[in-house]
């Protein structure tokens, strides 16, 4: 059996491509929260990763590739996780032994996918469309203003801000749980846990206060 | 006490099994649970009821044959124990106690709370020993030195008594706690470390072969271990294949 066939072999994919979605996801706040203090320097980071041929034609499609896999791998893990018990048991305390959040991932995770749908249709969609099909004049003041106005739907906000919710639960245990897979577990896994912590409430946290605060001084 | 019992009724392998419920009086708190269930099972001769099948041997916590899911948790509602360890102080008067076979597509039911855990005998077969030299010039293990810590890890490793309740309670009905006890109680010792790709390759596939479950690291397992066996040797198993794969 190949390393790629084997059940920890397909989990260490997961665990590898969620770690380098984790990385993705700290460069994208990154650059959104330059938006709340400098319009400016947001749209010439924008502009940059827009109109960059190596972050267009290379790390944009390895991003979408990677995506793709995490949650492939995720539901076809899942659907044989589900066949391995064929017969359920009519009683099942579940909460007494793991938290919820582990054994969710599936929920948090198509919550996200859900998510990511919308968001795609909000930002990649009418980019790729601008840049690749109206092929319209290259304008690097935009950004913030296509940034803003997304923002001024309360709805929108609301299922932002719920895709968070879920976006930090998923973290919550997937980040620490990825380096258990890679085989980490040692003197350093607590501290692994008190950053995954950090993270999974710092970074969602950050990103609903985005959407909130360019909601809120869009009026 | 008196007590009120679902349990998992199923003729054979083939047969479509079904909860039965079962009402009992006057039982004591201090008697374990394996001997409410002969209680129990002497009452259903006498009414010419066949009696409920369900595994046990040593009852005292060693062999792990007591292969019961009590109110959705292997082993029932206490930490560090098989079965035959549960006592039914645990319980209050009054109280319905739903018992299950331990679920899993690689635990085949064979009879009511009975299963088929030969899965374990065959992944363990794959490679979980120590090829010896019985040549009769076989070393002294004592003669090779071993690190505190690592003798430690590996005895905790072999503490495991492969009774399934990781298979039983994780979610997706994985084996990696009982296989990774396997490969570590070897891998950690200098005499294992001879067939450790081998052994880690072929124990690995053939846990994939039997069906059981990916894990997912949600540590109900370790919870639920009757011996405490750490989540530090699915870690460890992982860096082991991982490295053997590799290797080739």
């Known amino acids: ?219 | 006490m008196n007590l009120t019992l679902k349990v998992w009724r199923q003729a054979n392998a083939d047969a479509k099994g079904k909860m039965e419920t079962y009402q009992m009086s006057e039982v004591s708190p201090d008697m374990s649970f394996l001997e409410m269930m002969d209680v129990l099972n002497e009452e259903l001769i006498e009414k010419g009821i066949d009696p409920v099948a369900f595994d046990h041997d040593c009852r005292e916590g060693i062999c792990g044959m007591c292969s019961m899911f009590i109110n959705g948790e292997a082993h029932g509602p206490d930490r560090l124990i098989t079965t035959c360890q549960l006592h039914m102080r645990k319980f209050k008067d009054g109280d319905t106690i739903t018992i299950e076979p331990f679920r899993a597509k690689a635990f085949p039911v064979i009879k009511d709370l009975t299963v088929d855990r030969s899965s374990f005998d065959r992944i363990q077969q794959a490679g979980g020993f120590v090829s010896v030299n019985t040549s009769g010039n076989t070393q002294d293990a004592n003669a090779i030195p071993i690190d505190k810590h690592d003798a430690d890890k590996a005895f905790d490793a072999a503490t495991c008594i492969g009774c399934g309740a990781c298979v039983a309670t994780c979610k997706n009905a994985s084996a990696m706690l009982f296989v990774s006890a396997k490969v570590s109680q070897y891998a950690l010792l200098p005499q294992g470390k001879v067939e450790a790709t081998d052994r880690v390759l072929n124990m690995v596939n053939q846990m994939d072969e039997e069906g059981f479950g990916n894990c997912t690291n949600t540590g109900a397992c370790e919870v639920e271990c009757p011996k405490g066996i750490s989540l530090e040797n699915i870690a460890r198993m992982n860096r082991e294949y991982l490295y053997a794969s590799l290797k080739g």
Do not use: C
């Open chain 1, 1 to 219: 059996m190949t390393l790629i066939a084997s059940s920890i072999g397909r989990k260490l994919t997961m665990a590898l491509s969620g770690l380098f979605l984790v990385i993705f996801l700290t460069q994208h706040f990154a650059i959104n929260i330059t938006s709340v203090f400098s319009p400016s320097l947001f749209n010439e980071i924008s502009h940059f990763m827009g109109n960059n041929p190596l972050v267009q034609f290379i790390f944009q499609p390895i991003l979408i590739l990677g995506v793709l896999f995490h949650f492939t791998m995720g539901f076809v893990l899942e659907l044989q996780n589900w066949k391995s018990r064929a017969v359920k048991y009519k009683s099942y305390k579940g909460g007494a032994n793991a938290p919820w959040v582990s054994r969710n991932m599936i929920l948090s995770g198509a919550v996200i996918l859900s998510f990511l749908a919308l968001h795609f249709y909000d930002f990649w969609v009418p980019e790729m469309n601008y840049k690749y099909v109206e092929v319209l004049p290259l304008d690097s003041e935009r950004y913030f203003e296509e940034l803003i106005h997304k923002f001024e739907s309360p709805v929108r906000v609301g299922i932002y801000l719920l895709s968070f919710i879920f976006l930090a639960l998923h973290l919550y245990h997937g980040f620490a749980s990825s380096f258990q897979t890679v085989g980490v577990n040692n003197k350093y896994s607590q501290t692994i846990k008190s950053i995954t912590i950090a993270f999974s409430i710092v970074i969602p946290i950050g990103f609903v206060f985005i959407a909130l605060f360019h909601h809120l001084t869009a009026f």
